[in-house]
């Protein structure tokens, strides 16, 4: 005879839905919780990112938490949103794992994100475990990378009327930076005119005003090439008339190279391979490299004969030239991408600023490599926004 065992599995499933229960909302629980640590660390990651950002910027660690303060209130940590619990400014290197407050200029944030006491996380089925709540914090530390950055600046004499310009935007590009600049940050420029490119300023560490502070007052007198020469060599001393004290091309600038009458003309790709020596001899890998190179004018060669050779060039800077002294504007332009590819390959991130209307816009979006990007304008005025522009695109490394 066999028996009903209706009632023995009700009392078994009386016993156990309790047990399924809680386990169910265990499950759904756990999944919530982990949803918002997620939640949480994504909003001290950008937090952190965008306050370095506006530190960088501005150099006001009062509006860096203000930034920090609206990207997180405006952010979902579960259903409402967390609450900046600490932000702290202050020195990172690599390697480190937390930031130095006692840094006289801060290159790093460290943000932490929290939901806790009255803000805590509120569960739902968890409170037959009684458990109303849970508390959440994540913190992030975002550093300035190491930046090694070299400024190619045409200097030939098409440039004379507006080279001021230039000037002042490499002097806003330095400011921009030594004002967050971290311990290994350098800056160093490199000057072309024709086949040669002179080393003006060697890489130099401008987190440090003694350092810097010459690179400033160097970079203030920068103007186009020096005429005041022998145009044409020890064999020939003397310039042209155009040349003489008081004509449209005579520039007295002992602190520049000089410039020669019968060698004119513009040669990108020699400032380029002289600018990707200098950043190559940091011997750095870890560093972000960039290249940033202006100029007003298009590849182009206006020559009489070669008379300046290498022992010609008396000039207390480290200078390197082009030994084929005639070649074509397409000739010119090959070195140029030769040059961006090399600077590709070595992780070199190039950035192209064009002024004037001569046509060179196109060529110079070629020579852009990595994080960089063409500029182009008619306006000498907006040569210096440019740079500061570049300036802030420098990368944030998050570290934490």
Not at 154 to 159: N, V
Not at 219 to 244: E, H, I, Q
Not at 267 to 278: A, E, F, R, S, V
Request: proline fraction near 4%.
């Amino acid at each position: 005879m066999r028996r009903n065992r209706r009632g023995n599995y009700s009392m078994v499933m009386g016993v156990m839905l309790p047990v399924f229960i809680g386990f169910a909302a265990l499950s759904t629980d756990t999944s919530w919780m982990e949803m918002a640590k997620s939640q949480t660390q994504d909003v001290a990651d950008s937090a952190a990112h965008a306050a370095l950002v506006e530190l960088r910027r501005t150099g006001s660690t009062s509006r860096a938490t203000a930034v920090a303060k609206y990207l997180v209130e405006r952010n979902a940590v579960g259903e409402g949103h967390g609450d900046l619990a600490d932000i702290r400014f202050g020195g990172w290197r690599r390697g480190d794992t937390s930031i130095d407050e006692s840094a006289p200029r801060p290159n790093a944030t460290e943000v932490t994100i929290s939901r806790e006491d009255d803000n805590a996380l509120p569960l739902y089925f968890a409170k037959i475990w009684n458990r109303d709540d849970v508390e959440l914090r994540s913190s992030a530390v975002s550093a300035a990378r190491s930046l090694h950055v070299v400024l190619v600046m045409d200097i030939t004499g098409s440039f004379r009327f507006d080279i001021h310009y230039a000037r002042d935007g490499a002097v806003a590009f330095a400011e921009v930076l030594h004002d967050t600049a971290g311990e290994d940050d350098r800056l160093g420029m490199v000057t072309f005119f024709y086949r040669y490119a002179h080393v003006w300023t060697e890489m130099t560490e401008i987190h440090d005003t003694v350092r810097y502070d010459p690179l400033y007052d160097q970079w203030k007198d920068l103007t186009w090439c020096n005429s005041d020469v022998d145009w044409f060599g020890p064999s020939w001393p003397g310039r042209p008339w155009s040349a003489w004290p008081g004509s449209g091309w005579h520039n007295t600038a002992p602190q520049m190279p000089g410039c020669w009458g019968d060698e004119g003309g513009t040669d990108h790709g020699i400032g380029m391979k002289q600018g990707i020596d200098l950043l190559l001899e940091q011997d750095d890998p870890f560093a972000y490299r960039a290249m940033i190179v202006l100029t007003d004018g298009q590849p182009s060669a206006f020559s009489g004969f070669a008379s300046r050779r290498p022992s010609d060039l008396e000039e207390p800077w480290r200078h390197t030239f082009n030994a084929k002294y005639s070649r074509s504007t397409n000739d010119m332009k090959t070195d140029a991408y030769v040059e961006a590819n090399r600077a590709e390959a070595n992780d070199i991130n190039t950035w192209t600023i064009s002024y004037g209307g001569y046509g060179q816009a196109e060529f110079m979006k070629r020579l852009v490599t990595g994080d960089g990007a063409a500029y182009t304008t008619t306006n000498a005025a907006d040569i210096e926004p440019i740079f500061v522009e570049i300036a802030t695109q420098m990368p944030m490394l998050l570290v934490k």
